[in-house]
């Protein structure tokens, strides 16, 4: 398993305590910034100012005077909103608008509200104001900034802000309010999730006039965008800090060769640096073809095509800036062709007898009819159905050639973290015949990728860098067919196929989410959305599932009116259902110009349980809605709906024309679905339990979704064993409607628990969960969570702290006592007063060193999969310097590094499993070390809430029982007797067969009697 840092990022300046009216409000305040995690109370409220404690009793709807003025309230329930609670809400006359966690809503009410009529409603928990004193992030204009402008624009007493309407609230009369302030300026206006953002610029002292303008939710710093190529791994694989599932899982984008059309690739940079020659045996390069100039051995190298290709595929072993997104795929390359139909179509062949099954292409030409190169790119992608090219939009305003092409996949770029879903550059659509262009978007502003020297690393920006993310994700989902991960989420030979390009196509753009940044869903800016291809594709244990209702190449398509329907079953709501169908057109007619580029029609359809019928590509507000117009212009046709019908849906495609021979196809759909058989659906709603708590029940619900299918009575079944052997049946316990429960019996701290659910309709099919069951089924661990070793830092728990060549900032345990004049934090993490800091006071910065701080050795040989976490903070002006944090098992004589962080002015909670990075033992330390040298740098950090947590089970025997089911009778002889025979009893056979007293763990004559006694109900023990 590769080493996985799950990292949360929380900063201090956005968490203080409230005014006194809100305090009075909710009766406690938070007090102090603490640990984001899933043990949080979810009684509290946590906004960014604060986490509100809110009393029920000092809830407004409570008091004797309970009408309200105009304004916005939070409103909290007491647990869930269900569509019961809805329906009395809104007969409450509440609407409610943003969820808060846990459990609360902003809500506005009308002047003159009566809240008393909220007392009817038991679930109501609270409602209290929400105050001027959340509207401003506290340590507003506060941070150190990095770039000049930002800089200047703080020297002279200014701020950058971003200023959060209410929704629907009036921008005019906001901004007017705003520009009465002396000095402050709106300068742009953002639409996003029906409110207005706004940028503007006002002096830093009277930020908090903007509290008293009734339309603003929020104001917060503008951030400053900081740029790195790694960030892109994970922002298209899950946007979630440093997470990348299918890297995770394995796709790396091994087996896949994919063509370069673009300048010289530097072989000698260390992202391709091998010492076999180019071809089969060179672990990137298979072909570098000859081009005008070419010199064997020198290859030409070029910034552009280096960069690109890094981006791509590059891999220089770490886990940096020198890494791509199929960083184990492989190249061909060449140089660009000429600018017209041949050209390219010559280009794409020759790399295809090569072995490249996709292309990336970073250039174009500025013509936007539809001409000789567009058509030649329709060409070769309509005759190499298995091959998808990826283009380049360009970064003039609007899309030119040939990305224009109706079967490329076109590419516009967006920020970087944590930016990303602001848009940075690209050609804008439509193309000149009304088509959709670009259709995805990725992070290509200021990329670093990899240089013309040596290893090292240069930032460029245009859709050029965004290009090759596409690409490279493409190869990841290719991967994913090719290996069989379809549809189990695990690789298996035996369901590999080879995908065509229009279901790699549909695949990623199936997997795209809404650019926010940009007005509008779908757009002619941002197309599809920005990747985010964990969105499609699945693995064990998510809830989002996909399922390929057809691949069809074109010798097995469609004529004119034919339709095809696909049943897929909707088991769950809680997941958006999304059906992506994409289809490889016939080239345009030569000589068209501006003419319609179209030739075939092929339209999706889906009508719902109900009956509502969604047509392709009918978007209402960024989601699909029942009716509208057909499209016949694109071959890319989607259909979004947020809240689907549960129960069987009916997915159709209908050649309304197909003019050009017969048309291929491929349709996809995501959400919690299922089409194979699609006559009953079983779902998880609250996921597999992973964790079974020892000597109880565990209970988990299961739906079961009738599809074309019905249900056969009595036929809901969990399938469970233990220790290995035949699996044990026990119905499912009916609960509501589609709803049932199952329960696992009570298992030992010793038993492994595997199952699997099955139904089965009248017909006699047998439906199971997982799909494959029982060749592949759900398991478990006993036990439950402990805390092996937890250090606040109030206590001196036996840490010690390694100075060497250090001048001063020695770590040390104490209250914070900084200012952050120097990075220094200002108060500890998790609240509890003290952490370790490097040196004592706000002007004691890490000169020289390093400085290390060593844990006590801690004993974790009886763990079973340790967790350790910890919050630290860096700051380094030089941004050279990092804080390094290596873990050991061997008592600190060999040391595996764990990260080595970079600059993080704030508490970043960090937790690894520790079996990524060494084996448990009892002599596991973990060391923080940090340096200044040379001496040229403010070098500050700090370490707090350092803590392990595993899962333990606590035997709990019944004496006698000692075949542990659950009886103490004759059948427990046998064994018993094979352990007196000599037989190595297990930790459970022990504690129940040593019953004489005192007992001497181990099993003897003497313990004779006692298991006696209890097998003929005299158990003394």
Not at 795 to 816: F, H, K, T, Y
């Given at each position: 398993?590769?080493?996985?840092?799950?990292?949360?990022?929380?900063?201090?300046?956005?968490?203080?305590?409230?005014?006194?009216?809100?305090?009075?409000?909710?009766?406690?305040?938070?007090?102090?910034?603490?640990?984001?995690?899933?043990?949080?109370?979810?009684?509290?409220?946590?906004?960014?100012?604060?986490?509100?404690?809110?009393?029920?009793?000092?809830?407004?709807?409570?008091?004797?005077?309970?009408?309200?003025?105009?304004?916005?309230?939070?409103?909290?329930?007491?647990?869930?909103?269900?569509?019961?609670?809805?329906?009395?809400?809104?007969?409450?006359?509440?609407?409610?608008?943003?969820?808060?966690?846990?459990?609360?809503?902003?809500?506005?009410?009308?002047?003159?509200?009566?809240?008393?009529?909220?007392?009817?409603?038991?679930?109501?928990?609270?409602?209290?104001?929400?105050?001027?004193?959340?509207?401003?992030?506290?340590?507003?204009?506060?941070?150190?900034?990095?770039?000049?402008?930002?800089?200047?624009?703080?020297?002279?007493?200014?701020?950058?802000?971003?200023?959060?309407?209410?929704?629907?609230?009036?921008?005019?009369?906001?901004?007017?309010?705003?520009?009465?302030?002396?000095?402050?300026?709106?300068?742009?206006?953002?639409?996003?999730?029906?409110?207005?953002?706004?940028?503007?610029?006002?002096?830093?002292?009277?930020?908090?006039?903007?509290?008293?303008?009734?339309?603003?939710?929020?104001?917060?710093?503008?951030?400053?965008?900081?740029?790195?190529?790694?960030?892109?791994?994970?922002?298209?694989?899950?946007?979630?800090?440093?997470?990348?599932?299918?890297?995770?899982?394995?796709?790396?984008?091994?087996?896949?060769?994919?063509?370069?059309?673009?300048?010289?690739?530097?072989?000698?940079?260390?992202?391709?640096?091998?010492?076999e020659p180019v071809g089969p045996t060179h672990r990137k390069a298979e072909a570098i073809n000859q081009w005008p100039g070419y010199v064997p051995g020198a290859e030409n190298p070029g910034f552009h095509g280096?960069?690109?290709?890094?981006?791509?595929?590059?891999?220089?072993?770490?886990?940096?800036?020198?890494?791509?997104?199929?960083?184990?795929?492989?190249?061909?390359?060449?140089?660009?062709?000429?600018?017209?139909?041949?050209?390219?179509?010559?280009?794409?062949?020759?790399?295809?007898?090569?072995?490249?099954?996709?292309?990336?292409?970073?250039?174009?030409?500025?013509?936007?009819?539809?001409?000789?190169?567009?058509?030649?790119?329709?060409?070769?992608?309509?005759?190499?159905?298995?091959?998808?090219?990826?283009?380049?939009?360009?970064?003039?305003?609007?899309?030119?050639?040939?990305?224009?092409?109706?079967?490329?996949?076109?590419?516009?770029?967006?920020?970087?973290?944590?930016?990303?879903?602001?848009?940075?550059?690209?050609?804008?659509?439509?193309?000149?015949?009304?088509?959709?262009?670009?259709?995805?978007?990725?992070?290509?502003?200021?990329?670093?990728?990899?240089?013309?020297?040596?290893?090292?690393?240069?930032?460029?920006?245009?859709?050029?860098?965004?290009?090759?993310?596409?690409?490279?994700?493409?190869?990841?989902?290719?991967?994913?067919?090719?290996?069989?991960?379809?549809?189990?989420?695990?690789?298996?030979?035996?369901?590999?196929?080879?995908?065509?390009?229009?279901?790699?196509?549909?695949?990623?753009?199936?997997?795209?989410?809404?650019?926010?940044?940009?007005?509008?869903?779908?757009?002619?800016?941002?197309?599809?959305?920005?990747?985010?291809?964990?969105?499609a594709l699945y693995f064990p244990g998510d809830q989002r599932r996909i399922v390929v209702l057809d691949d069809v190449r074109n010798v097995d398509g469609m004529s004119t009116g034919d339709v095809v329907e696909?049943?897929?079953?909707?088991?769950?709501?809680?997941?958006?259902?999304?059906?992506?169908?994409?289809?490889?057109?016939?080239?345009?007619?030569?000589?068209?110009?501006?003419?319609?580029?179209?030739?075939?029609?092929?339209?999706?359809?889906?009508?719902?349980?109900?009956?509502?019928?969604?047509?392709?590509?009918?978007?209402?507000?960024?989601?699909?809605?029942?009716?509208?117009?057909?499209?016949?212009?694109?071959?890319?046709?989607?259909?979004?709906?947020?809240?689907?019908?549960?129960?069987?849906?009916?997915?159709?495609?209908?050649?309304?024309?197909?003019?050009?021979?017969?048309?291929?196809?491929?349709?996809?759909?995501?959400?919690?679905?299922?089409?194979?058989?699609?006559?009953?659906?079983?779902?998880?709603?609250?996921?597999?339990?992973?964790?079974?708590?020892?000597?109880?029940?565990?209970?988990?619900?299961?739906?079961?979704?009738?599809?074309?299918?019905?249900?056969?009575?009595?036929?809901?079944?969990?399938?469970?064993?233990?220790?290995?052997?035949?699996?044990?049946?026990?119905?499912?316990?009916?609960?509501?409607?589609?709803?049932?429960?199952?329960?696992?019996?009570?298992?030992?701290?010793?038993?492994?628990?595997?199952?699997?659910?099955?139904?089965?309709?009248?017909?006699?099919?047998?439906?199971?969960?997982?799909?494959?069951?029982?060749?592949?089924?759900?398991?478990?661990?006993?036990?439950?969570?402990?805390?092996?070793?937890?250090?606040?830092?109030?206590?001196?728990?036996?840490?010690?702290?390694?100075?060497?060549?250090?001048?001063?900032?020695?770590?040390?345990?104490?209250?914070?006592?900084?200012?952050?004049?120097?990075?220094?934090?200002?108060?500890?993490?998790?609240?509890?007063?003290?952490?370790?800091?490097?040196?004592?006071?706000?002007?004691?910065?890490?000169?020289?060193?390093?400085?290390?701080?060593?844990?006590?050795?801690?004993?974790?040989?009886?763990?079973?999969?340790?967790?350790?976490?910890?919050?630290?903070?860096?700051?380094?002006?030089?941004?050279?310097?990092?804080?390094?944090?290596?873990?050991?098992?061997?008592?600190?004589?060999?040391?595996?590094?764990?990260?080595?962080?970079?600059?993080?002015?704030?508490?970043?909670?960090?937790?690894?499993?520790?079996?990524?990075?060494?084996?448990?033992?009892?002599?596991?330390?973990?060391?923080?070390?940090?340096?200044?040298?040379?001496?040229?740098?403010?070098?500050?950090?700090?370490?707090?809430?350092?803590?392990?947590?595993?899962?333990?089970?606590?035997?709990?025997?019944?004496?006698?029982?000692?075949?542990?089911?659950?009886?103490?009778?004759?059948?427990?002889?046998?064994?018993?007797?094979?352990?007196?025979?000599?037989?190595?009893?297990?930790?459970?056979?022990?504690?129940?067969?040593?019953?004489?007293?005192?007992?001497?763990?181990?099993?003897?004559?003497?313990?004779?009697?006692?298991?006696?006694?209890?097998?003929?109900?005299?158990?003394?023990?």
């Amino acid at each position: 398993m590769a080493n996985r840092l799950h990292i949360l990022i929380w900063m201090p300046t956005l968490l203080i305590g409230i005014g006194a009216k809100g305090a009075d409000s909710v009766g406690s305040t938070g007090d102090s910034p603490h640990a984001i995690h899933s043990m949080l109370n979810r009684s509290e409220i946590h906004l960014a100012a604060t986490t509100l404690r809110p009393s029920p009793e000092s809830s407004l709807h409570l008091k004797a005077d309970a009408i309200l003025p105009a304004g916005e309230y939070i409103l909290q329930l007491d647990g869930p909103l269900t569509p019961q609670r809805r329906e009395a809400l809104d007969g409450a006359g509440v609407v409610l608008g943003d969820y808060l966690p846990f459990h609360a809503y902003l809500i506005r009410a009308a002047d003159g509200y009566d809240s008393s009529k909220l007392r009817s409603l038991p679930f109501v928990r609270w409602l209290g104001v929400y105050d001027r004193e959340l509207k401003i992030a506290p340590g507003i204009a506060s941070r150190r900034w990095r770039t000049e402008a930002r800089g200047n624009l703080a020297d002279r007493g200014f701020a950058a802000l971003s200023v959060t309407l209410f929704p629907d609230a009036d921008s005019a009369r906001a901004i007017q309010s705003i520009e009465s302030i002396p000095s402050a300026k709106v300068h742009w206006i953002d639409a996003v999730d029906r409110r207005n953002v706004f940028r503007i610029t006002m002096p830093i002292a009277t930020i908090s006039q903007l509290a008293d303008i009734s339309g603003v939710q929020f104001v917060e710093d503008t951030e400053e965008v900081v740029l790195h190529n790694a960030t892109n791994r994970w922002i298209v694989q899950s946007n979630q800090l440093n997470s990348t599932p299918l890297h995770d899982h394995g796709l790396t984008g091994a087996g896949q060769i994919i063509g370069i059309l673009d300048t010289g690739v530097y072989l000698e940079h260390c992202s391709f640096f091998d010492t076999e020659p180019v071809g089969p045996t060179h672990r990137k390069a298979e072909a570098i073809n000859q081009w005008p100039g070419y010199v064997p051995g020198a290859e030409n190298p070029g910034f552009h095509g280096t960069h690109v290709a890094c981006t791509l595929l590059g891999d220089a072993g770490v886990n940096d800036n020198t890494r791509g997104i199929a960083y184990d795929a492989r190249f061909v390359l060449n140089t660009t062709p000429s600018h017209d139909g041949p050209g390219i179509v010559g280009r794409l062949e020759y790399h295809s007898a090569q072995g490249a099954v996709l292309h990336t292409n970073s250039w174009g030409d500025t013509a936007v009819d539809y001409g000789s190169l567009t058509r030649g790119l329709d060409i070769f992608c309509y005759d190499y159905e298995d091959e998808l090219v990826v283009f380049a939009c360009g970064n003039d305003a609007v899309a030119t050639n040939p990305q224009n092409a109706k079967n490329c996949l076109s590419v516009s770029a967006t920020m970087d973290a944590p930016n990303q879903d602001q848009y940075c550059i690209g050609g804008a659509g439509p193309t000149v015949d009304g088509r959709r262009k670009p259709e995805i978007c990725a992070p290509g502003c200021g990329t670093l990728s990899a240089s013309v020297t040596s290893c090292l690393i240069q930032p460029l920006t245009g859709t050029s860098m965004a290009t090759p993310v596409i690409a490279g994700a493409g190869a990841l989902v290719r991967q994913y067919y090719i290996e069989g991960y379809y549809p189990t989420g695990e690789p298996d030979p035996a369901n590999a196929f080879t995908p065509s390009a229009a279901l790699l196509k549909a695949t990623l753009l199936n997997s795209t989410v809404d650019l926010t940044g940009v007005a509008g869903y779908p757009s002619n800016t941002e197309g599809w959305g920005r990747l985010l291809a964990d969105q499609a594709l699945y693995f064990p244990g998510d809830q989002r599932r996909i399922v390929v209702l057809d691949d069809v190449r074109n010798v097995d398509g469609m004529s004119t009116g034919d339709v095809v329907e696909y049943p897929l079953i909707v088991a769950s709501d809680s997941e958006t259902l999304k059906v992506t169908l994409v289809y490889h057109d016939p080239p345009g007619g030569v000589g068209i110009g501006n003419g319609p580029a179209w030739v075939n029609d092929l339209d999706l359809e889906a009508v719902a349980p109900s009956g509502a019928l969604y047509l392709g590509n009918a978007f209402v507000n960024g989601v699909s809605a029942p009716g509208g117009v057909k499209d016949e212009r694109n071959n890319v046709e989607q259909i979004h709906v947020a809240t689907p019908e549960v129960g069987l849906w009916t997915i159709r495609v209908r050649a309304a024309e197909v003019n050009v021979a017969t048309q291929g196809h491929a349709l996809i759909a995501t959400g919690v679905v299922w089409n194979d058989p699609a006559t009953i659906a079983i779902h998880l709603p609250d996921g597999v339990p992973a964790i079974v708590i020892p000597f109880a029940g565990t209970s988990f619900p299961v739906d079961v979704i009738e599809g074309v299918g019905t249900l056969l009575p009595g036929s809901p079944m969990l399938h469970y064993r233990y220790d290995g052997g035949s699996f044990e049946t026990t119905p499912l316990v009916p609960d509501s409607g589609n709803r049932y429960i199952a329960t696992l019996p009570a298992p030992n701290c010793l038993s492994a628990p595997e199952f699997y659910v099955s139904a089965a309709d009248q017909n006699g099919t047998t439906m199971t969960l997982p799909t494959d069951a029982p060749a592949r089924v759900f398991s478990a661990i006993v036990g439950e969570a402990v805390t092996v070793f937890h250090d606040d830092f109030e206590s001196d728990m036996g840490w010690s702290v390694v100075n060497e060549n250090l001048v001063s900032g020695a770590w040390v345990r104490v209250i914070p006592m900084g200012n952050g004049q120097l990075g220094d934090p200002t108060m500890d993490y998790d609240g509890s007063g003290r952490c370790y800091v490097t040196g004592a006071n706000s002007f004691q910065d890490v000169n020289g060193g390093p400085t290390r701080l060593v844990s006590p050795a801690i004993d974790l040989s009886s763990a079973i999969d340790p967790e350790l976490s910890y919050a630290r903070w860096f700051r380094d002006t030089g941004e050279g310097d990092t804080l390094v944090v290596e873990i050991t098992n061997d008592d600190g004589a060999n040391w595996t590094l764990i990260e080595s962080a970079g600059e993080s002015e704030f508490w970043t909670p960090v937790t690894i499993r520790i079996a990524d990075f060494v084996a448990p033992t009892a002599g596991v330390r973990v060391r923080f070390s940090t340096q200044d040298t040379p001496n040229n740098s403010f070098t500050e950090a700090g370490i707090d809430a350092v803590r392990i947590d595993d899962f333990g089970c606590e035997m709990n025997c019944a004496p006698g029982d000692v075949n542990a089911d659950g009886e103490s009778d004759g059948r427990d002889i046998a064994r018993f007797v094979e352990l007196l025979l000599g037989a190595t009893p297990t930790a459970y056979e022990l504690c129940a067969a040593d019953l004489h007293a005192p007992a001497d763990a181990l099993v003897t004559t003497a313990d004779i009697d006692g298991v006696i006694g209890c097998m003929l109900g005299n158990c003394s023990h």
